[in-house]
């Protein structure tokens, strides 16, 4: 099988690894050339279980994706797009055409919602399937990833039930041989929420505390602003019909103790400057809210407090610190 992986960050390396070790032909599609060429001298570097597993940089093809894989590249099986929702740009979207062929599916590894609609509003020429995952990874050099935690991946077709469930099984099988934990899911949609509302809930509560995930369950304030940052997220859901796990607020503080030193990836880009994933989660949620005729005033708050902190670190690195799409631009 033949399987392109596009973007060099945690999960994207953690899937290119364990799939080649697997026995999969792998391609790792970088956004610089940079990255590109650190894995094509070094290979790709995975620890797990205390142990360094290394694949030798012949094992794997790189490539940049803003460049296009070229005349007489063969067109991969499956494209795992592993970059994030920020990321999915229309600069993007167009190389995703160059690369994909008459068999080619996609899968999408994006936290959030929106994006699979996306990509099918951009006419993209190949079937596009959603997956949810709770593998923990992080990315230690340009060719490294540390496999921090064991976790399950729900693999879908957004929107009702999977038509053509024999394409996705041959993926979930060279995922399992590789090791990890995959199923098909004819209610993905649900899966995305789960973890949209987990997301919202945890990502931006520690980005504005600075604090790891584990810290939250210290303080009897957090707690209190995460039930109700939970309980507003779960309306919205509840309104559009969408049935979330029974137990997911013990879900969600079972992630914070099972991932208790982990710093969220939206506290690591606010602390790196970087802009965060906020408006494709909280944005998102707020969004849909406002179509529905929804108010959140928890989630409103909670979004323009790391607007500010995001604004400042923009106004910092010389950057526009105000975006014209905020979904509560009338609040002000």
């Known amino acids: 099988m033949r399987i392109d992986c596009i973007g060099g960050g945690s999960i994207g390396l953690l899937l290119a690894s364990k799939l080649a070790a697997a026995g999969a032909t792998i391609r790792v ?121 064991s976790g399950k991946t729900w693999i879908g077709e957004p929107g009702g039930k999977v038509r053509e469930p024999e394409q996705l099984r041959s993926l979930l099988s060279i995922l399992v041989r590789a090791g990890f934990e995959a199923e098909l899911s004819n209610s993905i949609d649900r899966e995305i929420w789960n973890k949209l509302i987990i997301n919202t809930v945890i990502n931006p509560v520690t980005a504005l505390l600075g604090v790891p995930n584990g810290r939250l369950l210290d303080s009897t304030d957090a707690l209190a602003l995460m039930r109700s940052l939970f309980q507003e997220a779960s309306g919205v859901a509840e309104v559009l019909g969408i049935g979330i796990a029974d137990d997911l607020w013990e879900r969600l503080l079972a992630v914070c103790r099972a991932t208790e030193r982990n710093r ?66 009338d609040m002000v």
């Open 264 to 329: 969220s990836s939206m506290l690591q880009d606010m602390e790196a400057g970087r802009r965060t994933e906020l408006e494709w989660l909280n944005g998102s949620l707020l969004r849909v809210a406002g179509r529905l005729g929804l108010d959140l005033p928890v989630h409103g708050a909670v979004y323009r407090l790391v607007r500010c902190r995001e604004s400042w670190n923009e106004c910092t690195a010389g950057t526009e610190g105000s975006s014209d799409d905020s979904p509560i631009n």
């Open 29 to 149: 599609v970088t956004r610089s050339e940079e990255q590109a060429s650190r894995i094509a001298g070094s290979g790709l570097t995975i620890r797990e279980g205390g142990r360094h597993n290394h694949t030798e940089a012949d094992s794997v093809s790189i490539a940049s994706y803003s460049g296009g894989p070229g005349a007489g590249i063969p067109r991969p099986d499956w494209i795992l797009l592993a970059v994030k929702q920020k990321d999915i740009t229309d600069e993007l979207i167009r190389s995703l055409s160059m690369w994909c062929g008459p068999g080619t599916s996609i899968c999408c590894f994006q936290n959030g919602i929106g994006h699979v609609d996306k990509l099918r509003a951009a006419a993209v020429a190949a079937p596009v399937y959603a997956a949810v995952t709770t593998e923990g990874a992080r990315r230690t050099e340009l060719h490294a990833v540390d496999h921090t935690g």
